[in-house]
Structure formats: C-alpha cells, structure tokens
C-alpha cells in the first residue's frame, strides 16, 4: 500500500517563499516517475512539475518556470517543491503524484497515486 503525504503548505503574502514536500511510504520509488499538480477554486486540476526517476527532462509549467523547482531525496523518499515569488494566482491544492506504469506524463490518468494535497494560499 503506497501512501504519499504532502506538507509544508500555508498562508503567505504575494512575494514570499513555501517549500512542499511529499513523502512516500510503503513503496521505494526512487525508479518511479514524481509530479506536482494543483487545483485552484473552479479550476481543472493541473500539472505543474513532472520529475522522471532519471532526473532528466524534468518539466515545469510555464506558469512557475523560473520560480519553482523540484527536487527528490531518494535515501528519504521524499520529493520536494520549493515556490518562491509566490503570486496570487498560485493560490492552490497542491498535490503529489506518483507513477509505477510510465516513465514520463503531463496526464493525471497515468499515475497511480496520490497525495491528500495540501493547500497553498497567496494574499495580494
């Protein structure tokens, strides 16, 4: 049983930092492709980070390219998103995801797990 925990979420002004991180448990997932997606208020969820086990062509949306960037602590099997220059547009349920079935995907249908999300708040 795989379960992925997301923390680190919170209330901040317009310009200030949060750093998220989703920890997995039950399953090593150091070869397993990571992802961060969001949800805003009457919005679709999307994809805002997709983080392959290779490391390698790692995507960010172009809506948080430049401010935001994943990383992974496989020893702790944790994968992390730090925010920086938050805006109000940020404002959010962020979500981890995991996949065991394909090495790289933008589609919520392709991964197997998920987090409780955790939710991002920007003030203006």
């Known amino acids: 049983q795989v379960q992925l925990v997301e923390s680190g979420g919170g209330l901040v002004q317009t310009g200030a930092s949060l750093r998220l991180s989703c920890a997995a448990s039950g399953r090593t997932f150091s070869t397993y492709l990571m992802a961060w997606f969001r949800q805003a208020p009457g919005k679709e969820r999307e994809v805002v980070t997709v983080f392959p086990a290779s490391g390698r062509t790692i995507y960010y949306a172009d809506s948080v390219k430049g401010r935001f960037t994943v990383s992974r602590d496989n020893a702790r099997n944790t994968v992390y998103l730090q925010m920086n220059s938050l805006k109000p547009e940020d404002t959010a349920v962020y979500y981890c995801?995991?996949?065991?079935?394909?090495?790289?995907?933008?589609?919520?249908?392709?991964?197997?797990?998920w987090g409780q999300g955790t939710q991002v708040t920007v003030s203006s």
């Open positions: 995801a995991m996949s065991s079935r394909v090495y790289y995907s933008h589609f919520e249908k392709d991964y197997d797990y």
